[in-house]
């Protein structure tokens, strides 16, 4: 049989809310009557949904439009149709205005009351339409956001392709900023829950006291604070995904909650003696070591095995650098036009740097590099930090295991570092271009007096030098070829400071 529709018939006048009530059932609707606006709050606070709503304009205590108004807070997708004795043009436009789909004068016929219910179902099947395509769009825009071109990469996306459709949980594994939402949101958008919600939770961001409430919502006064009852994130997506990110973080107790659901499919919020039912798509991701956080105690192997029923494990950018150009590229065109720029060309030896520095902080990393890129618009001025970044990585643990003379400051540190990086990049330049001075140039961005400049600053000779080595502190000169002939010692080298 159908699903009879639900009406809420709110007026403060007993013989309106009579005849609506015995009209609407003879027609078949499942009717529920309140005597005032603070009734009709308070239902809808505890989580009724009727599929129409029938509100008086004129009630004592609070009249229907500030009824009206509050229930568009709490959720505005509510179908409220007005009902008043006077037909006042500024009325009617401010009760449409904050979300009343139409608007009836007492006394009305039947037949106006039917056109009623039938305007609210075109709206709300546009709405619908309207939603479908929003989703729509979404699975465009993510399929377009999961660039791959990595053999790894080209694997996960076949692998969330297959696995999406069945209903299962799934655990995601990477570092930090690898990308595990977006794998996540593609695994929703490609099953058969994408017309449902999609709900995110960090578990890393919240104490466990506060997790449990957003997880698992609460009744009025269970808490101090608790004024009015409150759905969890569990309810909220309910039928759909819910996506709890940083899982290793969550307490145990609340992992043991968790179990339950899983199991079960119900949970109780704080401070309730009833059970509430959910049917919920769990994803789970964490960037830790599981095993670790399982032998440690951290992390409840039953719980584990619960999600880990099929598994994504997302490799770090360094191990995919084939794929550095298009996601720099992809970025570029993002940011150009959210900040309204022209989208600039990369050059040859950016892209070089940006597939030599191992990017520690992932895709998180690089966008935000490209964000800087794009603002700045400054080629060079990003090629020199592509380089600064890279050669503080490479030093970093001679550096620890070595510390500097204590006269040396940061700032000597620094220039260094730098220097380091622009001889190895001259270097570099020098030897892909056959020692062209003009063309090394050119690749460099910088001008032929500056390279010169350089060149003899870190001592390298076009004429006598094969390549700076990348790990030194400066430059090493090699002998001409007639010299080392001769059997000649090399010349000494002499470096500036």
Partial sequence: MPKKEKIMVVDDEPSIRKYLQTLLEVEGFGVETLSSGKDALQRIGDGERPDFMILDVLMPEMDGIETLRQLMQIDRSLNVIMLSCSNEVNTVVEAIRI?????????????????AFLKCRQKQQLRSENEALREYCETLTEDISFLASSPQML??????????????????????????EVVAR?????????QQPFVKVNC?????????????????????????????????????????????????????????????????????RSVVNVDVRVLAATNVDVKE?????????????RLNVLSIHIPPLRERTSEIPL???????????????????????????????????????????TKRYVILEDDE????????????????????????????????????????AEMEAIADALGKTNWCRKDAARMLGISYKALLYKMRQFNLDSGRSSRASAKAAAAVKEPVAKEADKGEAPAPVVRNS
């Fill in 99 to 115: 979300g009343a789909l139409d608007y009836l004068t007492k006394p009305f016929e039947r037949p106006e009351l039917e056109a």
């Fill in 155 to 180: 694997k996960i996306r076949q692998q969330i392709l297959q696995i999406a459709p069945v209903d299962v949980p799934i655990f995601v594994s990477g570092e930090s900023g690898v990308g595990k």
């Fill in 186 to 194: 593609m695994v929703h958008l490609r099953s058969s829950r994408r």
């Fill in 204 to 272: 890393a961001a919240l104490p466990g006291e506060l997790l449990e409430s957003e997880l698992f919502g609460y009744e009025q006064g269970a808490f101090t604070g608790a004024v009015r009852a409150k759905p969890g994130k569990f309810e909220l997506a309910n039928k759909g995904t819910i996506f709890l990110d940083e899982i290793a973080e969550m307490a145990p107790h609340l992992q043991a909650k968790l179990l339950h659901v899983l199991q079960d499919g119900q949970y109780s919020r704080l401070g309730a």
């Fill in 293 to 305: 956080a399982m032998r440690s105690g951290k992390f409840r192997e039953d719980l584990y095995y």
């Fill in 327 to 369: 996601l720099l590229r992809h970025f570029l065109v993002k940011y150009s036009e959210k900040y309204q720029k022209q989208a600039p060309e990369p050059s040859k030896h950016l892209l070089e740097a940006a597939m030599r520095y191992s990017w520690p902080g992932n895709l998180r990393e690089l966008e935000n590099f």
């Fill in 381 to 420: 001025g990003s090629f020199r930090e592509l380089l600064e970044m890279t050669s503080q990585q490479q030093h970093v643990a001679p550096q620890e295991d070595a510390p500097a003379p204590k006269e040396q400051g940061l700032k000597a540190l620094v220039r260094g570092l730098k220097d380091e």
